[in-house]
């Protein structure tokens, strides 16, 4: 085990730093707060009739819905629901404006109702009431306003059948039995449904058109490829769809849902990307553009020349800044969000008819934008020379040399980070640590060859990518390397628990939340949590079906090496969790107590899976108060390992969480 390094570090290091020059000083710790606590405002969206502004704010530390004249100030808003407990999540308002949609799971147990809240009464109605499954969102018929198709696996877990759900009454009917395997029904702008998207048992994906009685089979992927349907065009007879069938890059493609027929729209120009977002009008439906991943910037193909002027205008007003939009239903207004490395988000309103661009509200507005840190994109070689992108946030106001490294593995795996503001990289940049966020084989955005990468792969090649990052950093002298940590959740918390399993002298301490120590067992856990998937699963994690599949996931998974870990280790868990079982968690928790090796567990009643993708770049839990007593124990670990300074002062009620959240050795 590394010998830990005395706290007084910390201070000495931050009085060093105080006889820097001015202009290299660090800034001051920043309360954490500012980073970890549910923002004043949030997720705004305008009404279709472009009237209203529906936004996110706390009321008694949960999330909960308001609404204001689109005109008003802020203050002048009221809120539509009180939960005091599950917090409203996937807004939507309703085609006439007259309610807004929302879901909310119990605790975090990934089961969620539909529920819709009127704008005028603020009556809440639950669509789905005493369902045992979970529902999702399927479409707002334009010319049903008062409906809505949902999914509902309430007779079959692994199958959501199709339902019309009438938003005023909570009245619903069954149009369509699942027993097809379909896991996306897609419907034309008149609100007739033309297509499924279904799973074949092997993991590979067809899309059929749908006949009044059947289906009929028009385009088939593999389990390895990716092919997306997104929307028809105004006249309903082809779909835009995402796929790299055929190609390494997703392409913007068309399917003509009478002859199959497949046409290529566009690719990123430059080769690198997959196109990963499409925007169609509000009004007409027609295609607008089409965006591609990139380093620090997404790239914009436009087929709309007014909103590409317009957009390359709003770039003018905020430069430096990522820019996502939304509109009303006539296109005339957008819902502008302004981010970037410093800047977590402002939004504003603009009109496109008068060029009014009116701010709205910025998110932890009292966060110094100042004194936050600079995120660049690097790359660096992997252990079979296959080059990594990643990004690095350096400690502000201190030279880049021997630094404590914080490797901070995404989740998924199969998703991406971006550039732009991240509470976390900013929040441990800020306490003095270089940060660093690789994007492994298995991320998306890359190219199929390279998401591919890291199929059967966990633990091995997938890991390495993770690994070469820090020796990169370690040899060009950004990181010392007696001070090198991981903080991971879901899948980065395995790649925590991989990294201090299967390379025992590369880090000081590694934190692990709501991450799989076993993969037999969460392999089986996604097999039933979604059903649908087993194939896709079976291929991209392993088959413990088959001697060989099974030998090797035994191999990768960190449970069956638990005698290598020789670094302190913080273990987070929610009991509700139905992807990482408590079970699970408890195990290699007391296997490294038997051991005799330091751990801290903590354990949250109360909470499920990590949702950090789901509700915003500042949370991992649902509940304020349980992501800032994640953070003060976290922020205390390191601190007490490493030297990195700690913030001493924390909230009673936070400190009092902490506490019941703290499980002790028996």
């Given at each position: 085990?590394?010998?830990?390094?005395?706290?007084?570090?910390?201070?000495?290091?931050?009085?060093?730093?105080?006889?820097?020059?001015?202009?290299?000083?660090?800034?001051?710790?920043?309360?954490?707060?500012?980073?970890?606590?549910?923002?004043?405002?949030?997720?705004?969206?305008?009404?279709?009739?472009?009237?209203?502004?529906?936004?996110?704010?706390?009321?008694?530390?949960?999330?909960?819905?308001?609404?204001?004249?689109?005109?008003?100030?802020?203050?002048?808003?009221?809120?539509?629901?009180?939960?005091?407990?599950?917090?409203?999540?996937?807004?939507?308002?309703?085609?006439?404006?007259?309610?807004?949609?929302?879901?909310?799971?119990?605790?975090?147990?990934?089961?969620?109702?539909?529920?819709?809240?009127?704008?005028?009464?603020?009556?809440?109605?639950?669509?789905?009431?005493?369902?045992?499954?979970?529902?999702?969102?399927?479409?707002?018929?334009?010319?049903?306003?008062?409906?809505?198709?949902?999914?509902?696996?309430?007779?079959?877990?692994?199958?959501?059948?199709?339902?019309?759900?009438?938003?005023?009454?909570?009245?619903?009917?069954?149009?369509?039995?699942?027993?097809?395997?379909?896991?996306?029904?897609?419907?034309?702008?008149?609100?007739?449904?033309?297509?499924?998207?279904?799973?074949?048992?092997?993991?590979?994906?067809?899309?059929?058109?749908?006949?009044?009685?059947?289906?009929?089979?028009?385009?088939?992927?593999?389990?390895?490829?990716?092919?997306?349907?997104?929307?028809?065009?105004?006249?309903?007879?082809?779909?835009?769809?995402?796929?790299?069938?055929?190609?390494?890059?997703?392409?913007?493609?068309?399917?003509?849902?009478?002859?199959?027929?497949?046409?290529?729209?566009?690719?990123?120009?430059?080769?690198?990307?997959?196109?990963?977002?499409?925007?169609?009008?509000?009004?007409?439906?027609?295609?607008?553009?089409?965006?591609?991943?990139?380093?620090?910037?997404?790239?914009?193909?436009?087929?709309?020349?007014?909103?590409?002027?317009?957009?390359?205008?709003?770039?003018?007003?905020?430069?430096?800044?990522?820019?996502?939009?939304?509109?009303?239903?006539?296109?005339?207004?957008?819902?502008?969000?302004?981010?970037?490395?410093?800047?977590?988000?402002?939004?504003?309103?603009?009109?496109?008819?008068?060029?009014?661009?009116?701010?709205?509200?910025?998110?932890?507005?009292?966060?110094?934008?100042?004194?936050?840190?600079?995120?660049?994109?690097?790359?660096?070689?992997?252990?079979?020379?296959?080059?990594?992108?990643?990004?690095?946030?350096?400690?502000?106001?201190?030279?880049?040399?021997?630094?404590?490294?914080?490797?901070?593995?995404?989740?998924?795996?199969?998703?991406?980070?971006?550039?732009?503001?991240?509470?976390?990289?900013?929040?441990?940049?800020?306490?003095?640590?270089?940060?660093?966020?690789?994007?492994?084989?298995?991320?998306?955005?890359?190219?199929?060859?390279?998401?591919?990468g890291a199929n059967r792969q966990w633990g091995e090649l997938a890991q390495d990518d993770i690994t070469?990052?820090?020796?990169?950093?370690?040899?060009?002298?950004?990181?010392?390397?007696?001070?090198?940590?991981?903080?991971?959740?879901?899948?980065?918390?395995?790649?925590?628990?991989?990294?201090?399993?299967?390379?025992?002298?590369?880090?000081?301490?590694?934190?692990?939340?709501?991450?799989?120590?076993?993969?037999?067992?969460?392999?089986?856990?996604?097999?039933?949590?979604?059903?649908?998937?087993?194939?896709?699963?079976?291929?991209?994690?392993?088959?413990?079906?088959?001697?060989?599949?099974?030998?090797?996931?035994?191999?990768?998974?960190?449970?069956?090496?638990?005698?290598?870990?020789?670094?302190?280790?913080?273990?987070?868990?929610?009991?509700?969790?139905?992807?990482?079982?408590?079970?699970?968690?408890?195990?290699?928790?007391?296997?490294?107590?038997?051991?005799?090796?330091?751990?801290?567990?903590?354990?949250?009643?109360?909470?499920?899976?990590?949702?950090?993708?789901?509700?915003?770049?500042?949370?991992?839990?649902?509940?304020?108060?349980?992501?800032?007593?994640?953070?003060?124990?976290?922020?205390?670990?390191?601190?007490?390992?490493?030297?990195?300074?700690?913030?001493?002062?924390?909230?009673?009620?936070?400190?009092?969480?902490?506490?019941?959240?703290?499980?002790?050795?028996?």
């Open positions: 085990m590394r010998a830990k390094l005395p706290l007084f570090l910390c201070v000495v290091a931050c009085l060093m730093a105080a006889a820097l020059p001015a202009n290299a000083a660090p800034p001051p710790l920043i309360d954490r707060t500012q980073f970890f606590a549910d923002p004043e405002v949030s997720d705004a969206q305008v009404s279709p009739d472009g009237r209203l502004l529906a936004f996110v704010k706390p009321i008694a530390g949960t999330r909960n819905i308001w609404v204001k004249q689109i005109d008003e100030p802020f203050e002048k808003a009221r809120p539509l629901t009180t939960a005091v407990g599950d917090a409203p999540q996937s807004l939507r308002w309703s085609r006439d404006s007259r309610y807004i949609l929302f879901t909310a799971d119990h605790g975090g147990n990934v089961k969620f109702n539909l529920y819709a809240v009127g704008v005028e009464d603020k009556t809440v109605r639950n669509l789905t009431d005493g369902i045992t499954g979970s529902v999702e969102i399927v479409t707002l018929p334009e010319k049903a306003p008062d409906k809505v198709y949902v999914g509902l696996n309430d007779r079959d877990p692994s199958w959501g059948d199709l339902y019309l759900v009438q938003i005023s009454t909570a009245k619903r009917e069954l149009v369509r039995k699942n027993d097809y395997r379909i896991v996306q029904w897609r419907f034309d702008r008149d609100g007739n449904l033309k297509l499924v998207r279904r799973l074949l048992e092997n993991g590979d994906i067809e899309l059929d058109r749908v006949n009044q009685t059947g289906y009929t089979p028009l385009y088939t992927c593999s389990v390895t490829d990716t092919c997306w349907p997104t929307q028809f065009d105004p006249d309903g007879k082809q779909i835009y769809m995402g796929s790299n069938r055929g190609s390494d890059l997703i392409r913007l493609v068309t399917l003509d849902v009478q002859s199959g027929r497949e046409g290529v729209v566009a690719i990123d120009p430059a080769g690198r990307y997959d196109s990963e977002n499409t925007i169609f009008s509000s009004r007409t439906g027609a295609l607008v553009a089409t965006v591609f991943g990139d380093g620090t910037q997404p790239h914009y193909l436009w087929w709309d020349k007014q909103a590409e002027a317009d957009f390359a205008w709003l770039q003018r007003k905020l430069p430096g800044k990522v820019l996502k939009f939304s509109a009303d239903a006539d296109d005339g207004k957008w819902l502008v969000e302004a981010q970037s490395d410093t800047e977590p988000g402002e939004t504003y309103l603009f009109n496109r008819r008068t060029k009014a661009l009116v701010f709205q509200y910025r998110l932890f507005p009292s966060l110094p934008r100042l004194a936050l840190a600079h995120t660049s994109e690097i790359q660096y070689p992997s252990s079979d020379g296959v080059e990594i992108p990643a990004y690095l946030t350096l400690p502000k106001g201190v030279p880049p040399k021997t630094l404590p490294l914080l490797v901070m593995p995404h989740d998924g795996p199969w998703l991406r980070d971006y550039w732009g503001y991240s509470a976390m990289a900013q929040f441990f940049a800020n306490r003095g640590f270089a940060v660093l966020q690789p994007n492994f084989r298995g991320s998306t955005g890359f190219g199929k060859k390279f998401l591919n070469w990052g820090v020796k990169h950093l370690v040899q060009d002298g950004t990181a010392d390397p007696r001070r090198v940590v991981m903080f991971g959740m879901s899948y980065g918390g395995y790649a925590a628990m991989a990294g201090a399993a299967f390379t025992p002298d590369l880090y000081a301490a590694a934190v692990a939340m709501s991450g799989p120590s076993d993969l037999v067992a969460v392999v089986k856990s996604l097999s039933e949590f979604s059903g649908p998937a087993r194939g896709m699963f079976l291929e991209r994690i392993g088959d413990p079906t088959t001697p060989e599949g099974l030998a090797k996931l035994q191999k990768q998974s960190p449970i069956n090496a638990v005698e290598n870990i020789k670094i302190p280790m913080m273990i987070i868990e929610g009991a509700n969790d139905p992807l990482v079982k408590q079970a699970e968690t408890d195990e290699i928790v007391a296997a490294l107590r038997t051991r005799g090796m330091p751990v801290t567990y903590l354990l949250a009643k109360d909470e499920g899976h990590t949702t950090i993708h789901q509700i915003g770049p500042s949370h991992a839990w649902a509940r304020s108060v349980n992501n800032l007593a994640v953070f003060v124990a976290a922020e205390r670990f390191f601190g007490g390992i490493v030297g990195t300074c700690v913030q001493r002062t924390v909230e009673p009620e936070v400190e009092q969480r902490l506490k019941e959240l703290i499980i002790s050795a028996k």
